[in-house]
């Protein structure tokens, strides 16, 4: 039996910028929710921009509601909206590919095309 029945789930809250990201690890009670884990990291501190009433937010990429209820090892994480579209990004990967001539990005195409 654990000696400290009021801690029983380590959760990790993360948030991720363009060029760095926040992991901060927190105790909490069994049965604490998203937001709780959120409130305990301090991570609204750190990143005062974060506004949870617009960004979603899950568990392992899943999305979740605030009042979820975690598990232990869980890792919250706080999305940022997606600047470029992935299909359009993914578009121009594959034309940058086939402009510089490889098969990999023209194997998609009518053979008489390519």
Aim: hydrophobic content about 40%; overall charge positive.
């Amino acid at each position: 039996m654990s000696a400290n029945l009021t801690r029983d789930l380590s959760v990790d809250v993360c948030y991720a910028l363009p060029d760095a990201q926040t992991l901060i690890g927190v105790q909490l009670a069994a049965g604490s929710t998203v937001q709780q884990a959120i409130d305990a990291s301090g991570i609204l501190t750190r990143h005062p921009e974060i506004d949870l009433t617009k960004l979603k937010v899950g568990v392992f990429g899943k999305l979740k509601p605030l009042d979820s209820v975690l598990a232990n090892h869980d890792r919250v994480e706080i999305y940022r909206p997606l600047v470029v579209d992935p299909k359009l990004a993914r578009q121009r990967r594959v034309d940058k590919t086939r402009k510089a001539g490889s098969i990999e990005g023209r194997k998609w195409q009518n053979k008489d095309s390519r």
